[in-house]
């Protein structure tokens, strides 16, 4: 495939979608990282530099080293980053959950500062008449390794059909995406010392495999010569079965 090309054609893709929505712009979370670095470059090339884009990181009990490459890759586009912290807002709603009896689990405190990320990126949005571009990509989205509610609920998902492998080959073709961003360990920042990969069960290019041996296929395991296992293939195809609800419109009643 010519990443280069597909390079182009997102944007372009954003450009049309953007026009068709009659918003004025884009807005996006820079997370410090690597998806959320394509997204904004995209951006960037889909309005043009500094213009019509709003670019902000949101900071809640975030690892101090991802503002710092989220800065960087602000620096290397040559846009301004907006940082406003969502701490106060989070321990709010923890404080009343916790006032209410509630024992509030880890899972449930990272899908809240997921679900804050979003609601401000929204708030935000509608000021200005924006659209919230999402950084979701094939592998996280299929399994459904994202927050109903919080990242899944965006304007348009750009990445949407790129596997997390694809959207490296991309980034590496983007200067501007620091190296730290394209080396580090993939993680959504949601408590200390978290790793996507860690939490999937699985590292990103065995995902990629079985997802592109599962569409290839037709949904059956089969030999692939390449070290997966069929307890691989069917946790994978479990996972994609249970997100099923987090990647389609909510249903509804069928009545007659």
């Given at each position: 495939m010519d990443y280069q090309k597909e390079i182009k054609n997102i944007s372009s893709w954003m450009r049309d979608?953007?026009?068709?929505?009659g918003c004025g712009g884009y807005i996006c979370g820079i997370s410090g990282g690597i998806d959320s670095a394509v997204i904004s470059a995209l951006c960037c090339k889909a309005v043009g530099f500094k213009r019509n884009f709003i670019a902000m990181y949101l900071p809640?009990?975030?690892?101090?080293?991802m503002e710092e490459d989220a800065i960087k890759l602000a620096e290397n586009l040559k846009i301004e980053l907006r940082i406003l912290n969502l701490i106060d807002s989070?321990?709010?709603?923890?404080?009343?959950?916790?006032?209410?009896?509630?024992?509030v689990s880890r899972l449930t405190k990272a899908n809240t500062k997921a679900r804050l990320r979003m609601t401000m990126l929204f708030a935000i949005a509608n000021q200005y008449n924006y659209l919230v571009a999402g950084t979701g990509n094939k592998s996280e989205l299929d399994i459904?390794?994202?927050?109903?509610g919080g990242d899944s609920v965006v304007s348009c998902e750009p990445l949407g059909n790129f596997y997390k492998s694809e959207v490296y080959k991309i980034a590496e073709l983007i200067p501007e995406i620091p190296k730290n961003i394209l080396t580090k360990a993939p993680s959504a920042d949601l408590w200390?010392?978290?790793?996507?990969?860690?939490?999937?069960?699985?590292?990103?290019q065995k995902l990629d495999t079985i997802l592109i041996n599962y569409y290839r296929n037709g949904g059956r395991y089969w030999?692939?010569?390449?070290?997966?296992?069929?307890?691989?293939?069917?946790?994978?195809?479990?996972?994609?079965n249970k997100a099923i609800y987090k990647n389609e419109m909510p249903p509804k009643y069928p009545r007659l």
């Open positions: 979608y953007l026009v068709s929505s809640c009990q975030s690892d101090p080293s989070y321990n709010a709603i923890i404080k009343e959950m916790e006032k209410g009896g509630e024992t459904g390794y994202c927050t109903l200390k010392g978290q790793t996507d990969e860690e939490e999937i069960g699985m590292s990103y030999d692939y010569k390449d070290g997966t296992t069929e307890e691989e293939f069917n946790k994978v195809s479990t996972m994609m």
